[in-house]
Nanobody, 120 residues
Framework: QVQLVESGGGLVQPGGSLRLSCVAS????????MGWYRQAPGKQRELVAS???????MYGAFVKGRFTISRDSGKNTVNLQMSNLEPDDTAVYLC??????????????WGQGTQVIVSS
């Protein structure tokens, strides 16, 4: 069984910063991709940032240089440093990973989500 546990969400004023972290644990085999998606009320889930094993990061178009994703493969963690936050960044942020276990090929796993609220 694989678990993704997020931390670091909260309330921040416009222009502020937050750092999100996600740790993968359980019956891990190979972690191919780790990243973050977000979902705001009434909107579709969208990619925030992802980083594949051995590859470069990808960002959603709305990020515009404000966020930085990093991955520590040795600790099975992925972090998202968010700066210059805007009210439109308000959403539930979900950790995602594509993981192959000893019994299966790569499958998608999701965390429970962490709420980010950007408001004055």
């Amino acid at each position: 069984q694989v678990q993704l546990v997020e931390s670091g969400g909260g309330l921040v004023q416009p222009g502020g910063s937050l750092r999100l972290s996600c740790v993968a644990s359980g019956s891990l085999g190979s972690i191919y991709v780790m990243g973050w998606y977000r979902q705001a009320p009434g909107k579709q889930r969208e990619l925030v940032a992802s980083i594949p094993r051995g590859g470069g990061p990808m960002y959603g178009a709305f990020v515009k240089g404000r966020f930085t994703i990093s991955r520590d493969s040795g600790k099975n963690t992925v972090n998202l440093q968010m700066s210059n936050l805007e009210p439109d960044d308000t959403a539930v942020y979900l950790c995602h990973a594509a993981i192959a276990t000893v019994a299966t090929g790569p499958e998608d796993y999701w965390g429970q989500g962490t709420q980010v609220i950007v408001s004055s």
